[in-house]
Nanobody, 125 residues
Framework: QVRLVESGGGSVQAGGSLRLSCTFS?????????MAWFRQAPGKEREAVAA???????NYADSVKGRFTISRDNVKNNLYLEMNSLKPEDTAMYYC??????????????????WGQGTQVTVSS
């Protein structure tokens, strides 16, 4: 059974940075998996942030382009999200997601089968 565990969340001031990590376990071929980050703010739907297939094949939500970077380490079975120039509107629970089958559009929330429990990011103004 695939398991995803996020870490790295916290509270920062606007303009600050955080690096989220997601540790993948339960399958020996992490490199075959499509991986993504989603976020959900209170009272809002869960939305896509970024997705990655292989280095160089990534997709980002317009709201984070130029500020966030998604990456993966296929040796350590880790997914990362480097977040810079954080804004109060980035405040949300951030979730790691995985699917073995192509999700269609990389940022398609319904295309991801496995989800972590989330890590909270709070950005104050």
């Amino acid at each position: 059974q695939v398991r995803l565990v996020e870490s790295g969340g916290g509270s920062v001031q606007a303009g600050g940075s955080l690096r989220l990590s997601c540790t993948f376990s339960g399958d020996n071929f992490f490199s075959d998996w499509y991986m993504a980050w989603f976020r959900q703010a209170p009272g809002k739907e869960r939305e896509a942030v970024a997705a990655i297939v292989v280095p160089g094949m990534t997709n980002y939500a317009d709201s984070v382009k130029g500020r966030f970077t998604i990456s993966r380490d296929n040796v350590k079975n880790n997914l990362y999200l480097e977040m810079n120039s954080l804004k109060p509107e980035d405040t949300a629970m951030y979730y790691c997601a995985a699917t073995r089958s192509p999700p269609g559009w990389l940022l398609n929330r319904d295309g991801y089968k496995y989800w972590g429990q989330g890590t909270q990011v709070t950005v104050s103004s």
